[in-house]
């Protein structure tokens, strides 16, 4: 079955750096879209990163405003793993970070997340 496990969260002081991971199982990972999402408490969820699913030469990476510049999206197909390096993190970066396959199909999936708290 599907399985995206993040892992790489925690505390950090602001401007400080972590590299969450999003290791997937049970997909063909290199035929996914794949997407960064966070929720920070009391607030709705906010797309973070996408990256798509073509071969490197013309893979596609996109992100929010508010990260862009700070945080990078990247992906290891032969590892099915999915990255996201986040520097010069900012207390409002404090929420649970959320991998998701296909995040604008029906067939999404979503990771349970992982939480990074800036502070």
């Known amino acids: 079955h599907v399985q995206l496990v993040e892992s790489g969260g925690g505390l950090v002081q602001p401007g400080g750096s972590l590299r969450l991971s999003c290791a997937a199982s049970?997909?063909?990972?290199?035929?996914?879209?794949m997407s960064w999402v966070r929720q920070a408490p009391g607030k709705e969820v906010e797309w973070v990163a996408g990256?798509?699913?073509?071969?490197?030469?013309?893979?596609?990476?996109s992100y929010a405003d508010s990260v862009k510049g700070r945080f990078t999206i990247s992906r290891d197909n032969a590892k099915n793993t999915l990255y996201l390096q986040m520097n010069n993190l900012k207390p409002e970066d404090t929420a649970v970070y959320r991998c998701?396959?296909?995040?604008?199909?029906?067939?999404?999936?979503w990771g349970q997340g992982t939480q990074v708290t800036v502070s």
């Open positions: 049970g997909i063909t990972f290199s035929r996914h879209d």
């Open positions: 990256i798509t699913s073509l071969p490197s030469l013309f893979r596609a990476a």
């Open positions: 998701v396959r296909d995040l604008a199909s029906l067939y999404a999936y």
